[in-house]
């Protein structure tokens, strides 16, 4: 078997760190407050460190420093376990960003592979032999997006509204069977997978957040789309925190978006059962 700092997990047989048990995970999740990100540059940790880091004990790592002098974070990369390890001792929550985040046809394997497949791998393996309680990991709408080469969802994505009443409009649940519309969606899928057998086979809480359009600029892009799966960075703040604070989860899937008038995906059953109300709609933008 290959070792960890060869890119693969390394078994329990081989672990050197104390493995956590069912009992010993049984903690309120509410009162804990050490958050791990990975990925701790970009810029969706950089919303959350903005947002959330009066409440919790942020720490961060990824493979390039984070230009912020307060804020603690290991530069490795997540494809070194023996590396990575560290970061994730004396954690409650794991917030797993990190990810070749290009979707377009031209993104391929080689890239996709280390980033998004052993990458992922090694979070959830060092979250376990660290005992981590639970783990948000950052999925994308692009796990369903064939269902948008159908009717309605086709012409709400391209802005063909017609006579479609929004309210009336079904939605694409996570109880759906996926429709990955590429090799990065089918890399996301592997990592709710992988989630869901870290949840079941060693208790782990695992949240799955399929996420929708960001931004830097903190606005619905120019596309019709956009007003379909924009999030802002407020409302990302509060699902996180949701996320982090939300008890008797083993493992679930929402979608992640603002209170976007024009729907393709159930987001409003995330809002139900994480316990918020979303603040911004893309449609103030038009």
């Known amino acids: 078997m290959r070792t960890p700092k060869e890119g693969l997990i390394v078994s329990a047989h081989q672990s050197w760190i104390p493995i956590f048990n069912r009992e010993q995970r049984r903690i309120n999740l509410a009162d804990k407050n050490k958050i791990l990100l990975t990925g ?9 460190r903005n947002g959330l880091g009066d409440k919790y004990a942020l720490t961060g790592t990824d493979r390039i420093p984070v230009s912020d002098p307060g804020f603690e974070s290991l530069t490795a990369n997540l494809t070194d376990f023996d590396g990575i390890l560290p970061a994730f001792q004396s ?6 960003l990190a990810a070749e985040p290009r979707h377009t046809p031209d993104i391929w394997w080689d890239l996709l592979l280390p980033d998004n497949i052993t990458a992922t791998a090694n979070v959830f393996e060092a979250a376990r032999q660290g005992g981590v309680s639970r783990v948000i990991f950052f999925s994308s709408m692009h796990v369903n997006g064939f269902y948008e080469r159908d009717e309605p ?3 709400i994505a391209e802005g063909e509204y017609g006579d479609l009443d929004p309210n009336a ?13 590429g090799p990065y969606a089918a890399s996301k899928i592997f990592g709710e997978s992988l989630g869901q057998y870290y949840s079941e086979e060693y208790g782990i809480s695992v949240i799955c957040i399929r996420l929708g359009t960001m931004s830097i600029e903190d606005v619905p892009g120019e596309d019709a789309r956009s007003f379909v799966s924009w999030l802002s960075s407020r409302d990302l703040t509060t699902m996180v925190e949701r996320c ?3 008890e008797d989860i083993g493992f679930d899937v929402f979608f992640g ?3 976007n008038t024009w729907k393709i995906y159930d987001t409003p059953r995330g ?6 109300t979303p603040h911004d709609n893309a449609e103030t933008y038009r």
């Open 271 to 276: 809002w139900e059962v994480l316990g918020y």
């Open 153 to 155: 969802w086709r012409s």
């Open 169 to 181: 409009v079904p939605l694409v649940t996570h109880e759906m069977p996926d429709r990955p519309d």
């Open 257 to 259: 978006a603002s209170a």
């Open 91 to 96: 954690v409650d929550t794991v917030v797993h």
């Open 244 to 246: 982090i604070e939300v």
């Open 40 to 48: 701790a540059a970009g810029r969706i940790a950089t919303f959350l």
